[in-house]
DNA sequence: AATAATTCCTAGTAATTATATAGGATTATT
DNA sequence: AATAATCCTATATAATTACTAGGAATTATT
């Protein structure tokens, strides 16, 4: 019941380009950098967050990575099930039919809150909340 | 970020031996075909909730497994927690030592909600909630 | 005392997933 | 043409998951 390192890492990814926004194109080799991860196994780890639609490249010299939307409209949930899959804890959640008890099951019930828990966090913190609240962690006192 | 099936057989085991709490010891035989597991995979599985103190063992013939406790007493979430181990969805809201970034970083305070949502569903719910939903859902109507 | 039915204990194993690393192809600026 | 960036695919290794197997210990019944 852990998340990936591919959604740690690509979570902060997605924040040092929510950081980062309004100036020139992230690139990789910086975002690595910065967030203590090799540029190898983020160039795995962004592909997901592009195909999502999250984030634009630019190739060549001079590219990098920009956000593709305004991050108040990209849910922390959107970006972690883009690297993670599904967020229900077990697969019955999404799948009734996977578990042939489901319909009977006690325990199908609390996983459903679980998953609809973890969605109420995730679902209603976008990456401009985060973002803000990073600024405030790092503000000056 | 998926429970294993240690958590979903095992909870699934601690919810039928609660249903049939006031009768004699239930037999693992009986409850692997109940919940439809094999009787060597429960096997491996049911010592973790001994040792967590949520049943108790009856050794020979005519032996099986009761609650040690009230159904009302055990949470799920430490049935799940004894089964899966901790449920933080990343290590550093555990140890927050084991990120150095842990104390200037905006995304471990969300992991941190994230898991206080779980915590809040799961630490909410006792094994006897679970039961009475049971029969809620066996019942005729 | 023997038998049978149960829990207990330890080890092994095959498949999958996680966590990367490596090498080179493609693209765009200068 | 050179350089610096992204892109793509393959490979490696370690850990975890989900079991299975075999037999030892225990206890009620006969």
Redesign the interface.
């Known amino acids: 019941?852990?998340?990936?390192t591919r959604?740690?890492y690509g979570?902060?990814a997605m924040?040092d380009l929510a950081l980062h926004d309004n100036s020139s194109p992230v690139r990789l080799k910086d975002l690595a950098r910065r967030q203590?991860v090799s540029v190898k196994y983020l160039e795995q780890i962004i592909p997901a967050l592009k195909n999502a639609g999250f984030i634009r490249s630019i190739r060549g010299i001079n590219g990098g990575y920009t956000l593709a939307k305004g991050a108040g409209e990209i849910r922390?949930l959107d970006i972690v099930e883009a690297l993670?899959?599904?967020?229900?804890?077990?697969?019955c959640v999404d799948m009734p039919k996977w578990c042939p008890?489901s319909g009977?099951?006690?325990?199908h019930?609390?996983?459903r809150?679980?998953r609809k828990?973890?969605d109420?966090?995730?679902g209603g913190?976008t990456l401009a909340d985060?973002?803000e609240?990073?600024r405030a962690?790092?503000e000056p006192r």
Do not use: H, N
Not at 1 to 4: A, G, I, P, Q, V
């Open positions: 019941m852990k998340f990936s959604s740690r979570t902060r924040l203590g922390l993670e899959g599904s967020l229900s804890p077990v697969d008890r009977e099951c006690a325990t019930e609390v996983w809150d679980v828990a973890i109420d966090v995730l913190t985060l973002a609240r990073q962690l790092s």
